[in-house]
């Protein structure tokens, strides 16, 4: 989607400027040569970037949330960890 608006913003640029010549041919093949550059850059819409960002937003949040969690869990099996010293010892 953006990259057809930006192949068209540039394409009507290039008819205004050509629009009076006898360049129509020129117009297409630089439609056609922004077209195939285009094509071959590994481009992402605004909406894709935006959900992108937004699945990555929440991915960091649970992270945050579950090394919360871990932390706690770890200090409550440490709580509850017999200690070495009153460990009976096997005789």
Do not use: C, H, W, Y
């Not at 590994?42 to 960002?53: A, I, W």
């Not at 579950?66 to 200690?83: C, F, H, N, Y």
């Amino acid at each position: 989607m953006l990259r057809q608006k930006i192949l068209e913003d540039i394409s009507a640029k290039i008819g205004e400027t050509l629009a009076s010549s006898p360049a129509k041919d020129v117009e297409k093949n630089m439609k056609a040569m922004l077209g195939a550059a285009f094509s071959r850059l590994d481009l992402v819409t605004r909406e894709e970037f935006d959900v992108q960002q937004e699945v990555l937003k929440r991915t960091r949040e649970k992270l945050t949330q579950l090394e919360v969690r871990l932390a706690e869990l770890e200090k409550a099996a440490k709580a509850t960890a017999p200690t070495v010293e009153n460990t009976p010892t096997a005789e």
